[in-house]
């Protein structure tokens, strides 16, 4: 994975006006992102010392919509498919031979198909997508890599966050409201207990928030005494670098805490959003971000180990480090503000949480008890981590399918004295509330 570049000499600066950290969560987080081993089943094995399994990047979408492409050319005739709809609050989508494609053993989604697919009985009213597919499914994210999640940024509306403009929602059968897509394996790899740590210190909740984070962050260049540089990052060049102070942020870095002898421990690992990030999401205005030092030189570590800035955020590390502070307007001078600016921002999210089953299976009711749970501890986890300057709606409007009447072509005029016979048929067009026809209801009235 690419480093990011080195902090260029330190202009030094005190650490007096630091904002107070936010309050902390009730579990222990970490982040996962790089390279580590595939998971199909739960608990997973721990991920390995600098490892990780964050697939997002900015060039996703393009290689998403590529694969798309490519695979449409070897398209068979979609299956039949009868169990796809709403249950509770969460859409399932039964997959039709386009959502779930083979990759050796495995299968992956098929991330375009299957938007598509929530779309033809949904209204565009999300601005996530969250997917996730039956535990039954022997599930890989990204072929070819051990990515146990990522995220899409289908829209990106907002200037300022080192991301370049782009619309791809039509792509996605979208007409412009969902801005982020979230691939999140198979529920088998995810234990019951949705705040359960599982990987590092990471739970599913945790998951959840990386991904969604991904939507704004972590892609920020920062000025260094007039060069830019990506000294504020790590893996990927989408995630923050393990030595960034920066209040032990979801998507990266550590809360660091100086030892006055010139070394430095990580005391917290992905807890919150930091103050940065809220900023990059639209929650809160520049002027609520303090400083941003970034640690380097790192020398004598304890425990020993190889702490790359790409490491994944782990709390209890102490190293001998110089010390270099930014602030929020070398970030701004990078990247140009934030637009729009928290005034005119959303703060409120609204995600829809898609199950994919196996054609011709039903959801079994483990998988839609752990998914319901997830979802419904989303909100409040997303106020906390948040600071409660965003809220997060999970409610899922179901729509009913339609009845459709085709029959033959009728005149203009019609002659009593000689009759004729007109064939129709009837049908349903199903939506997300499934409908059944009785025939013996069908009647002609004229």
């Known amino acids: 994975m690419p480093m990011c570049a ?97 990759a050796d053993a495995q299968f992956y989604l098929d991330p375009v198909a299957a938007a598509r697919a929530f779309y033809r009985t949904h209204g565009d009213d999300y601005d996530f997508l969250c997917f996730y597919a039956a535990s039954e499914i022997p599930f890989v994210t990204i072929p070819g ?14 200037e300022g966050i080192g991301i370049g403009v782009q619309d791809h929602s039509l792509d996605f059968g979208s007409s412009g409201r969902m801005h982020s897509l979230l691939n999140m394996n198979s529920l088998s790899a995810y234990p019951a207990d949705p705040h359960q740590d599982f990987h590092v210190t990471n739970s599913a909740l945790d998951i959840l928030a990386h991904e969604a984070g991904h939507r704004w962050v ?8 007039g060069v830019t540089t990506n000294a504020l990052l790590g893996a990927g060049l989408s995630h923050w670098n393990f030595y960034f102070d920066n209040q032990a942020s979801m998507l990266g870095g550590n809360e660091w805490q100086a030892n006055g002898d010139g070394s430095w421990t990580s005391v917290e690992a992905t807890q919150r959003y930091g103050q940065l990030e809220l900023y990059l999401m639209g929650f809160v205005g520049a002027e609520a971000v303090g400083d941003l030092p970034v640690l380097y030189d790192a020398v004598n570590c304890a425990p020993p180990g190889t702490y790359s800035v790409d490491h994944h955020p782990l709390d209890g590390i102490t ?24 005034g005119a921002s959303p703060k409120h999210h609204r995600f829809a949480f898609v199950l994919v089953v196996p054609n011709g299976s039903l959801p079994t009711q483990a998988d839609l008890d752990k998914l319901d749970l997830l979802r419904s501890e989303w ?26 009447i085709d029959h033959d072509g009728l005149a203009d005029t019609e002659d009593s004295g000689q009759p004729y016979t007109v064939s129709a048929s009837v049908g349903i067009r199903q939506g997300s509330i499934p409908l059944a026809l009785d025939p013996a209801s069908v009647a002609l009235h004229y």
């Open 379 to 404: 909100p409040a986890y997303f106020s906390l981590i948040t600071g409660g300057t965003a809220t997060a709606d999970i409610t899922l409007d179901s729509q009913p399918g339609e009845v459709l």
């Open 6 to 102: 080195r902090v260029l000499p330190p202009r030094l600066h005190s650490r007096s006006g630091r904002l107070p950290i936010l309050p902390s969560l009730l579990v222990g987080l970490a982040l996962l992102w790089g390279l580590g081993g595939p998971v199909y089943a739960s608990p997973p094995p721990k991920l390995p010392e600098g490892g990780g399994i964050c697939g997002t990047g900015q060039d996703l979408v393009h290689r998403v919509l590529e694969q798309h492409r490519l695979s449409a050319l070897d398209a068979t005739a979609a299956l039949p498919t009868t169990h796809s709809f709403d249950i509770g609050e969460i859409a399932v989508l039964e997959d039709d031979g386009t959502l779930l494609r083979p």
């Open 145 to 158: 890599t051990s990515a146990f999640a990522y995220e899409i940024n289908v829209v990106q509306d907002v």
């Open 218 to 225: 972590a892609f920020i260049p920062i000025d260094s005494a």
């Open 319 to 342: 190293c001998e480090v110089r010390e270099h502070i930014f602030s929020v307007a070398d970030v701004i001078n990078a990247n140009g503000p934030r637009v729009p600016d928290v």
